[in-house]
């Protein structure tokens, strides 16, 4: 009897392989990570809108008509704004995403209005963020991801160049390890309308990862699902503080195909296949100034200065524990996380990136 319910087991046994292709789910695993710093929201100031130059509260005079007072500079920042980030011929996300991006992981939140007794002046938050994107407007760090906005030749589609492996290193090395916020640009473009790419850039902090391990007669494959939260933009409110936080989920496949338990291939599916991240970095400063090559519309405004910045924002500081460099020309970094870093000008939201 005993010899007959083994081999009636064994006959079962067999007939399931036959039935469900060989794959025995074997285990369900889950990782997860936090930065040690949340990073903050801010409006993205759409170029359309003019909001640095043309102001954003009534009968109040813009953020940098504002500084070109305190700096008694003859309006010269606001001319430079105006004229190289103009109303006309732009997209609706055209703006200074990335400069927010960057800003929020390297600098501390401006959370409260600054009132100059010298200049009879009141610098209102949404000022405040405002100089700091502007300043900030070309990020210094390391990248991973070509991006369309690399060249505008939305002919050169490729959507696999973030895969699912570099998803999950950079989650698991930035965050995961160092409790690290990196940026990623979330908008891979449509496959059938190349031209409805756009451009919104998103620090990421937060993960969480589940994976089901199923044996192949190869191998196996893991399936995958990934879960990002990162801070979003106010779109209406530049004066607002805090985090508004938003997430997103993809799915993907892990496969060993060599049964030398590696991954061999990895690629995404379902909705995700199109609609994942286009490329992702983590900043490490800001360049200040021309950058050769670049036209005038792809730097920042050369009338603003991190230091007559950092002198209004008297709350304001560089948090130790997110070290920032200002750069110029022949500039240098030595922080720990700037290997291979590099002039970033492709990730701006505004359309003129080279």
Not at 78 to 97: A, D, H, L, S, V
Not at 157 to 162: P, R
Not at 177 to 187: H, T
Not at 209 to 232: D, H, L, M, Q, R
Request: hydrophobic letters at 35%; one cysteine or more.
């Amino acid at each position: 009897m005993i010899k007959l319910s083994k081999i009636i087991t064994l006959c079962l046994l067999i007939l399931v392989l036959v039935f469900y292709g060989s794959q025995i789910t074997l285990a369900e695993t889950f990782t997860a990570g936090q930065s040690a710093y949340t990073p903050w929201s801010a409006d993205y100031y759409p170029t359309g809108k003019g909001q640095l130059h043309q102001g954003y509260r009534p009968d109040e005079l813009s953020p940098l008509a504002k500084y070109d007072l305190y700096t008694a500079q003859d309006g010269l920042a606001t001319i430079w704004e105006q004229t190289n980030r103009p109303m006309t011929n732009t997209q609706f996300w055209y703006g200074y995403c990335h400069a927010w991006a960057a800003a929020s992981i390297l600098m501390e939140e401006p959370r409260f209005s600054h009132y100059d007794e010298e200049t009879n002046l009141t610098f209102n938050v949404g000022d405040l963020k405002g100089y700091l994107l502007a300043a900030g407007y070309v990020p210094r760090g390391k990248m991973q991801g070509k991006g369309f906005a690399k060249t505008r030749v939305y002919q050169d589609l490729n959507l696999s160049d973030i895969s699912p492996s570099i998803l999950e290193y950079w989650l698991d090395h930035y965050i995961g390890k160092y409790k690290q916020a990196f940026v990623m640009e979330r908008s891979n473009g449509p496959e059938e309308n190349p031209s409805a790419y756009q451009v919104w850039n998103h620090p990421v902090f937060k993960y969480q990862i589940t994976k089901e391990k199923v044996e192949t007669p190869a191998g196996w494959k893991k399936y995958a699902t990934v879960k990002v939260w990162f801070s979003a933009e106010f779109l209406t409110n530049p004066d607002a503080i805090g985090t508004r936080k938003l997430f997103k989920s993809y799915r993907y496949v892990l496969e060993d195909t060599n049964n030398d338990n590696k991954v061999d291939r990895n690629y995404w599916i379902g909705s995700s296949i199109e609609d994942h991240p286009d490329y992702l970095w983590f900043p490490t400063g800001f360049f200040v100034g021309n950058s050769p090559g670049q036209s005038s519309a792809s730097y920042a405004n050369p009338y603003l200065s991190f230091d007559t910045i950092l002198a209004i924002l008297s709350e304001v500081r560089v948090a130790s524990s997110r070290p920032v460099a200002v750069y110029s020309s022949g500039w240098t970094d030595t922080t720990k996380f700037a290997k291979n870093a590099k002039f970033l000008g492709k990730v701006q939201c505004g359309g003129k990136a080279k």
